[in-house]
Nanobody
């Protein structure tokens, strides 16, 4: 059974930081592209950042320079360090695992940036 378990969300003030984690099980983690998506109320789910099996990363323009994605294949975990958070970063953040023929989603974690 595949599981992607996100953690690290919460309420933070503008300018603050959060670190999201996504721990996986049931997949050969090192073979998957791992990504974070987010969905704000009334909006479509969008890609935030992704890292391929060999460590190549790409980021949405809106988070470049503020968010950093990394993966630890030994721990089957991917991390999203989010700095300089803005109110517009408020959303449910979802972890995604993309393989050659399959993909999986986590349950999501809420990030709220507000005073």
């Amino acid at each position: 059974q595949v599981q992607l378990v996100e953690s690290g969300g919460g309420l933070v003030q503008p300018g603050g930081s959060l670190r999201l984690s996504c721990a996986s099980s049931g997949i050969i983690f090192s073979l998957y592209t791992m990504g974070w998506y987010r969905q704000a109320p009334g909006k479509q789910r969008e890609l935030v950042a992704a890292v391929t099996y060999d460590g190549s990363t790409n980021y949405a323009d809106s988070v470049k320079g503020r968010f950093t994605l990394s993966r630890d294949n030994a721990k089957n975990t991917v991390y999203l360090q989010m700095n300089s958070l803005k109110p517009e970063d408020t959303a449910v953040y979802y972890c995604n695992a993309l393989g050659a023929r399959t993909f999986y989603w986590g349950q999501g974690t809420q990030v709220t940036v507000s005073t």
